[in-house]
């Protein structure tokens, strides 16, 4: 895998040592759904709705106290890696259930209609929100497979000791550890003298520094990902299974009751957006998705309501309800571009997939349908591209732009859009204008232009009433939201 200090990202991880957990005799395959070698086309049509249905009622019934932070190993077969320091665990059957902290890796098996095996997990994971309900949780089927990217390790503190906001001495104490603690490390600094450490959940914030010197003695602790003073204060923090690798099989579905290998992930019901690293991706959801990736190849990310949110590459996008969105792989599975403009989802993408095991029931949409060069209605925000100009007069007008989400309403079939008070109507496919005056007495003449269903540019021509002085004005607008 890549180094994660490709985007500078601070993530939880841990050195590769495998130790394999395979399932074992007892796992074996669910005899009712067992077929022959000799299976006619006829007879996998059978058996393959027969072990679907199988495979998710049994998950829903071995996993049902699944807790945060908790792996359980819904249907076999599973195979399972643990993290360097941490206590050996055994996937040793169906039902088991496993803290999600000592997973290095986890690897499902692709569907065998002859074998009667069917890999399926379901993960909660806690996320960094507000609320009571704010586990997110992540459904994994078929031959799919992921993999933590930095070390951790858990550490022992020798004294009573002070966690501060930043490494420092002077920095505010936000919690006091006692003697003979166990704490999990996620960094350390520039100088090697402190150590980040990950607080209990509910603390904030949820991540603080202890001194080295309070620790007992490691060599491990040279494996943690140093963090660069510069990226103290900014750097993006994430809780194990909230950052992997992923990689799925593709269209490698037996039958049309069963689903092309993949994951499922629901963020909670009315929260604000859950951020995820996948594959080198940031992606912010506040939505149920399916995910899948290949190396050399793509990210995909159908949504099947709210809103999803990615930033690769240096662009961000987004994609919303009965949409798909794609970001390009290399052969590691790290980015190889910036995210592709969302298309509408194609439904048989989505066939069979089990959302009879999300927490919040959700239908499978139909593909967004909008005419031709029409944007979607919903939140964006506007971004004037220059910061000043200069009238001939030596004049120097500046641009500022608030970053704050505004409305716009797409009204009579893509006709007209309604933003700030005004109305914009289409000229032609993908363009809108409008013509106003401002409280000051300037003329506006705007011109949008729908690049994508989520990104418009735009042009203002300013006649200013106070000087003899017309401008030329460039600006974009993003899609953030809908609803």
Known sequence: MKAFSRLMLILIGVQMMWVVAQATPEATPDPTVQSTPEMTPEAADTVCPRLVRSAIDLTQDRCETVNSNQVCYGHSILEAASRPGFEDFNFEEPGDIEDVIEMQSLNLSPMDLDEGVWGVILMRVQAEIE??????????????????????LEVNVDQNANVRVLPDETAESIAILTANSRIIANGRSQDDEWLRVQLPTGTEPPFGWISQALIDPNPELETLEVIADADLEDALVYRPMQAFYFQSGIDDAPCEAAPNSGMMIQTPEGEAKVTLWIDEVIIELDATAFV????????SIDVLEGTVTVTADGETRTAVTGTQITIPLDDELGVAGAPNDPQPLDPIDLQGIPIDLLDIPVEIPQPLDLPPGTPIAGNWTFRWDVTEQTCPDGQTIPFESSGIPFSIIVAAQGETLQWGGGTYTRTETGIYTRSYVDTNGNLYQDTLTVTALDRMS????????????TLTVPFSLQLVSVG
């Open 458 to 469: 735009g042009e203002s021509i300013i006649d200013l009433a106070a000087t003899v002085c």
């Open 292 to 299: 899948q990736a290949q190396p050399n190849g793509e990210l």
């Open 131 to 152: 609320g009571e309900n704010d586990d997110v949780q992540v459904i994994v089927f078929g031959d799919a497979a992921l993999e933590s990217p930095t070390p951790i």
